[in-house]
């Protein structure tokens, strides 16, 4: 199937002009959102049932805890929800989830993965669907809000030990932000043909004698969260390729717009936040630089392989084509969203890799729903400590001092994922009961379990479709990664946000590297190169390279 360049650059203009418009509108109200000091009467309701104090300001740790305490009931309560599905209302006769899938499915929800190793429309009734992972779809995103607009508030705040309330935090994300946008996402969806009913699943006789099920079901509404929060898992097992979840190019178009709509809107926030516009279009520079960049080399990847297979369109929808495939699988795997409309096992080689350096890249181009723009935060971070060494004075952010403490909760933010990704793999392809779970073999079937722990520990949730992840090996290694590599970087911004805000102003001289404009986003743009390629080289050239060589 051919890829036609002059489409793909239309498709990529339509959503620059319509993102393009609905930044700064969104950003302000982003903004406005998380320093309002207002509450609407569904929030003091859920406070006051809670018992939540909204006043009360917390302290980092304390911030911290609030979080992980969230999580882990929240895991714990879709766990037992999967277990006790027969029990439950709208279960469409389907029982006990296997506890080891309940287990994996329950992690990868929470934290905004979506890794689905189940068939979703064959195991799972509306019930847990919609009052299971629906909710956490909103939930998890909220938390992602949450995170980076504490870390903005340390670097904005001054001498002082707090970074504001969670709690308050969450529920604005998802009642005010995530909430409003899905219900009219979701009309667009089902005005471009996503289904949304209560119909379940009904069989046709066909008029050869032949019997056709025809799926149904609540589609639109988890379709829209499933894009907008960036979390990817979809309610049928072909994910965004089947044709109840993205009907056809309009659709599809949509999809892509709606991943893309708040982690481009947030620098925005981020430039209000701080009082000066120019950090926010720093940082839009460059997530929109590395997004145009991967959407052009994805397009070549696709057009210039010549093997029979993916020339004839193999794992490339047909309604939707290269260009669709092209423009879906760069914003899925750019950001945190997982969610695929084409078998990306069926990929070309070098297609397929380029998926998995975007997730290297720690998806900040632009990234999840929050998350994505406190990791570029925090690489910023590093760009300015090494300009700071190359002009010889003290690495500043914002005013903000860039010492030992800051780069070593930095070094290790680096660390995290590269470890989970490289060690779970290394781990999986020398224990022939776990690389039997990908028995491709050769280079592929390196590149399928590299891309599983890189998709895991990156929070992403799209898969190379030949692995088996059912098992209780694997299911436990992959929700390990999904949980430490949603977690322990969470930790370190936030520990990061207080050594921040209980810093002073420093007042910029005429010596401080100044943090915006095309030379810092260079430099930015140069030091999420230089990590990834130093850190995840060796194994790309013995998976997608290799093989790519041998095609």
Partial sequence: MELNAFALATQVAVLIVALGALHQPLGAYLAKTFTSHKHLAVERGLY?????????????????????????????????????????????????????????????????????????????????????????????????????????????????????????????????????????????????????????????????????????????????????????????????????????????????????????????????????????????????????????????????????GTSLGEGIEQRLGANGTALFATATTLTSTGAVNAAHDSLPPLAGGLGMVNMMLGEIAPGGVGSGLYGLMVLSVVAVFIGGLMVGRTPEMLGKKVGAAQMKLVAVYILVTPTLVLLGTAITVSIPALSAAAPAEGPHGFSEVLYAFTSAANNNGSAFGGITSSGPGLATMLALAMFFGRFLPIALVLALAGSFAKQRKIPNTAGTLATHGPLFAVLLGGVCLVLTALTYFPALALGPAAEGLLK
């Fill in 48 to 308: 006051k049932l809670s018992g939540v104090d909204p006043a009360a300001d917390q302290h980092w740790k304390v911030y911290l805890r609030s979080l992980l305490a969230f999580s882990i009931v929240s895991i714990v309560v879709l766990f037992i929800f999967q277990l006790l599905q027969g029990l439950l209302p709208f279960n469409q006769g389907l029982g006990a989830v296997d506890p080891w899938v309940a287990m994996n499915t329950a992690v990868s929800f929470v934290t905004n993965t979506n890794w689905q190793t189940y068939a979703p429309e064959s195991t799972l009734g509306f019930g847990v669907q919609m009052l299971g992972l629906a909710v956490q779809n909103f939930l998890s995103a909220a938390v992602g809000l949450a995170v980076v607009v504490a870390l903005i508030r340390g670097l904005v705040r001054a001498e002082t030990a707090t970074l504001g309330n969670f709690w308050v935090d969450l529920s604005r994300g998802a009642i005010r932000v995530l909430l409003p946008i899905s219900v009219v996402g979701a009309v667009v969806l089902m005005i471009t043909g996503v289904v949304q009913n209560w119909g379940g699943t009904d069989i046709h006789t066909l008029v050869t004698g032949a019997q056709q099920t025809v799926p149904g079901g609540p589609v639109a509404s988890q379709e829209v969260i499933k894009l907008l929060g960036t979390n990817g898992g979809g309610y049928f097992n072909a994910n965004s390729a089947h044709p109840f979840e993205n009907p056809n190019a309009l659709s599809n178009l949509f999809e892509v717009f709606l991943i893309l709509l708040i982690p481009f809107s947030l620098p925005a926030m981020y430039g209000r936040l701080v009082g000066d516009k120019r950090q926010g279009y720093t940082l839009l520079t460059v997530m929109a630089a590395f997004w145009l960049i991967s959407t052009a080399l994805m397009g070549w990847a696709l057009a210039a392989f010549s093997g029979t």
